[in-house]
């Protein structure tokens, strides 16, 4: 059974973030150096623009999930402690 690493959790999809990056890093390095045909800069710059894509979605996942997280971590911290009677202050609305 294969399974894609980016549908597992944790390392695996920054290992495949760090895969696609340095990748990235190098599709960058070639087309700068120049020397290519322009049929082979057009694919290059395409896989580039595939990886590039592939590294904002699993950043952006990433992201989601530590927003996630945050709020989930904030909505604890306010089950835990009131904050208005940590405060004394308790603003009502007229």
């Known amino acids: 059974m294969a ?3 980016e549908k597992e959790p944790g ?3 920054a ?3 760090e895969k696609s990056f340095s990748e990235l890093e190098e599709v960058v390095r070639t087309l700068e150096a120049g020397g290519l045909s322009l049929d082979e800069s057009t694919k290059l710059f395409e896989t ?5 894509t592939k590294c904002n979605e ?3 996942k990433s992201e989601l999930k530590i927003t996630r997280m945050q709020a989930n971590f904030a909505e604890q911290m306010n089950l835990v402690e009131d904050p208005e009677e ?3 202050d308790k603003v009502e609305d007229a």
């Not at 580039?48 to 590039?52: F, T």
């Open 3 to 5: 399974e894609s690493s």
């Open 11 to 13: 390392k695996p999809a």
């Open 15 to 17: 290992k495949s973030f």
């Open 48 to 52: 580039g623009m595939k990886l590039a």
């Open 58 to 60: 699993i950043l952006s």
């Open 86 to 88: 940590i405060n004394g």
